[in-house]
């Protein structure tokens, strides 16, 4: 797996939904924040104990929600 791409495919069929939203939002720890020159992701682990690495905009969550912001210190995720 390589860390630096985004979760799941992105041409995924409609109605299918990735690992990071089969899970609550506060089912998630954040474990790294990596910062580079162009874009800043997060480690996130989730109540399994499986690692995913998340960018800004990837989906999160039953809610439907997505990482709004990245900062050092935490992950912002909206929800709907």
């Given amino acids: 797996r390589d860390p630096f791409k985004e979760p799941g495919d992105r041409l995924q069929k409609i109605g299918q939904i990735s690992d990071l939203e089969k899970y609550d939002t506060t089912d998630f720890k954040l474990i790294a924040v990596m910062t580079g020159p162009k874009k ?21 969550g039953k809610r439907k929600g997505y990482v709004r912001k990245i900062t050092t210190a935490s992950v912002i995720v909206r929800e709907v």
């Fill in 40 to 60: 800043i992701r997060a480690m996130i682990k989730d109540s399994a104990g499986k690692v995913h690495t998340v960018a800004v905009n990837a989906r999160v």
